[in-house]
């Protein structure tokens, strides 16, 4: 398929090779598809494998029972996955509701995840990263700004934090978390704790524990780097039967 303008595709065991179309509106089953450049995508896709070479605008896709892969950056997806393999160059914003499903990649401004279930989540370097997961690994190189996440039965697992990060969040159940933060970072940690191990940045300052024996709760304050300039970055971790290395 050459250029054109636009296409509007209902694709049944097809293999359809495609150069650069601005608008693709696509309906693919027992597919396999290939585009070049393009702007919009609105894709439905069943036991289908897709590549695109750029998106400069945005994509929306339910995507079931396939391999999906960008090869270069670009800006938005909103993606609906189930026991989907989803690997990407740099993307601005991601919107992610996922099934049994991966997503490998590069770096991505804004992530957002209506739902991970039992997914698998590895990327290079997020800005922003907020949601809900259940049964899902969490793995990042980098973490540079924002963190708001909710787990069940997973794992988080963050290489660095940026030093300039501005506030970390977790609500935690029987869920590993280790975070490597940058030395230079300035902020100030709550962690409220029930039978979780905790091991601590080595530069801990001002420690204030309280322990409740009833309930083996203990919950944990200070700061780390306070004396040097600056306003203090946020962590904040609630764990229920977990382990946290925080380092």
Same mark, same amino acid.
């Given at each position: 398929?050459?250029?054109?303008?636009?296409? +509007? $595709?209902? @694709?049944?065991?097809? %293999?359809? /090779?495609?150069?650069?179309?601005?608008?693709?509106?696509?309906?693919? !089953?027992? =597919?396999?598809?290939?585009?070049?450049?393009?702007?919009?995508?609105?894709?439905?896709?069943?036991?289908?494998?897709?590549?695109?070479?750029?998106?400069?605008?945005?994509?929306?896709?339910?995507?079931?029972?396939?391999?999906?892969?960008?090869?270069?950056?670009?800006? +938005? $997806?909103? @993606?609906?996955?189930? %026991?989907? /393999?989803?690997?990407?160059?740099?993307?601005?914003?991601?919107?992610? !509701?996922? =099934?049994?499903?991966?997503?490998?990649?590069?770096?991505?401004?804004?992530?957002?995840?209506?739902?991970?279930?039992?997914?698998?989540?590895?990327?290079?370097?997020?800005?922003?990263?907020?949601?809900?997961?259940?049964?899902?690994?969490?793995?990042?190189?980098?973490?540079?700004?924002? @963190?708001?996440?909710?787990?069940? /039965?997973?794992?988080?697992?963050?290489?660095?934090?940026?030093?300039?990060?501005?506030?970390?969040?977790?609500?935690?159940?029987?869920?590993?978390?280790?975070?490597?933060?940058?030395?230079?970072?300035?902020?100030?940690?709550?962690?409220?704790?029930?039978?979780?191990?905790?091991?601590?940045?080595?530069?801990?300052?001002?420690?204030?524990?309280?322990?409740?024996?009833?309930?083996?709760?203990?919950?944990? /304050?200070?700061?780390?780097?306070?004396?040097?300039?600056?306003?203090?970055?946020?962590?904040?971790?609630?764990?229920?039967?977990?382990?946290?290395?925080?380092?």
């Amino acid at each position: 398929l050459g250029n054109a303008p636009k296409a +509007d $595709l209902n @694709l049944f065991k097809a %293999k359809l /090779k495609a150069m650069n179309i601005p608008i693709i509106e696509a309906k693919a !089953n027992y =597919s396999n598809l290939e585009f070049n450049n393009t702007n919009t995508v609105n894709l439905t896709a069943f036991k289908t494998d897709a590549v695109f070479n750029s998106i400069s605008s945005k994509m929306s896709s339910n995507f079931r029972y396939g391999d999906l892969e960008i090869k270069e950056n670009s800006n +938005d $997806l909103e @993606l609906v996955a189930f %026991k989907a /393999k989803i690997n990407s160059k740099d993307l601005k914003q991601v919107e992610l !509701n996922a =099934s049994y499903s991966s997503l490998e990649g590069g770096n991505v401004s804004i992530l957002n995840l209506t739902k991970a279930f039992q997914s698998q989540l590895s990327l290079a370097e997020v800005g922003e990263l907020r949601g809900n997961s259940k049964y899902s690994p969490i793995k990042l190189d980098k973490l540079t700004k924002n @963190l708001e996440l909710s787990t069940f /039965k997973g794992s988080v697992d963050i290489a660095e934090v940026n030093a300039d990060f501005t506030n970390i969040r977790l609500v935690t159940k029987y869920t590993d978390i280790g975070m490597n933060f940058n030395p230079n970072s300035k902020y100030s940690l709550e962690a409220k704790t029930i039978y979780t191990s905790l091991n601590m940045p080595k530069n801990f300052q001002n420690l204030n524990i309280e322990t409740n024996h009833g309930n083996h709760q203990n919950n944990f /304050k200070g700061d780390v780097n306070s004396n040097m300039e600056g306003s203090n970055s946020q962590v904040y971790i609630d764990s229920f039967q977990g382990k946290l290395n925080l380092q």
